[in-house]
């Protein structure tokens, strides 16, 4: 049964520190998204990658975000230097697009969920 | 920006009843998910309408996509309490677009169902 699997599934930091989660997409997607979860603003889209190239990352502050795909089993996102602000899960998902551009199925991850102190 | 508003925000309702909850937009979208989340885990999906007017049925849940494509609703009959969860409607925008065709998700209805 594949899965996205995300590390740490929980982390606790202080403010300033640097703050990085990963993520294994399905083996096979060609598309990675990272997205933010809280109460106030729901599931806000972060940045997506295709064939490990980027698309979009218009979602993230990008002084202090960034996401990267070193390889196509791997993409991460990092904070830093982390703010309380910056408290949500983080979820990872991976999806199948083909030429035909239909609408991708999304399989997210179980997320991580980041506390800044 | 595309927006996606989900209503009602909260949803509490005894086992037995039926229930239906809404995604509207002001804009047309070529297609629209639904997803249901449960604490602590990521959304999953459970249906994609892709034509005005489709209406699919996944046991006692019955989606439906509005004509004009800017709106959709999902009804649940007979609500058991495995039903509770947070429902996310997404919609994408051009579904031949061939790059930035993100999903855009509303903010989500939070449905609890009472034994």
């Known amino acids: 049964d594949a899965r996205v699997t995300q590390t740490p599934r929980d982390k606790v930091t202080e403010m300033g520190q640097e703050v990085t989660m990963r993520c294994q997409p399905i083996?096979?997607?060609?598309?990675v998204f990272w997205y933010r979860q809280t109460m106030m603003q729901g599931l806000e889209l972060l940045a997506y990658?295709?064939?490990?190239?980027?698309?979009?990352d218009s979602g993230m502050p990008k002084d202090r975000f960034s996401a990267e795909m070193p390889d196509a089993t791997l993409a991460t996102l990092k904070i830093q230097p982390s703010e309380p602000r910056d408290s949500a899960v983080y979820f990872c998902?991976?999806?199948?697009?083909?030429?035909?551009?239909?609408?991708?199925?999304?399989?997210f991850g179980p997320g991580t969920r980041l506390t800044v102190l | 920006t595309q927006l996606l508003e989900q209503s009602p925000q909260f949803l509490s309702i005894q086992e037995g009843e039926n229930l239906t909850v809404y995604c509207n937009s002001s804009?047309?979208?070529?297609?629209l998910q639904w997803y249901r989340q449960e604490p602590g885990e990521g959304p999953v999906l459970l249906v994609t309408v892709v034509t005005g007017g489709e209406v699919k049925k996944l046991k006692r849940l019955t989606f439906q996509f509005g004509d004009a494509r800017k709106d959709s609703s999902l009804h649940i009959t007979a609500a058991q309490p495995g039903d509770t969860g947070l429902y996310l409607c997404?919609?994408?925008?051009?579904?031949?677009?061939?790059?930035?065709?993100?999903?855009?998700f509303g903010k989500g209805t939070r449905l609890h169902i009472l034994p």
């Open positions: 804009s047309v979208f070529s297609s």
């Open positions: 990658f295709r064939n490990r190239a980027p698309l979009d």
């Open positions: 998902a991976s999806g199948l697009r083909g030429l035909a551009g239909l609408t991708d199925t999304q399989y």
């Open positions: 083996l096979g997607h060609n598309t």
């Open positions: 997404a919609g994408a925008k051009d579904r031949w677009m061939n790059r930035d065709d993100k999903i855009i």
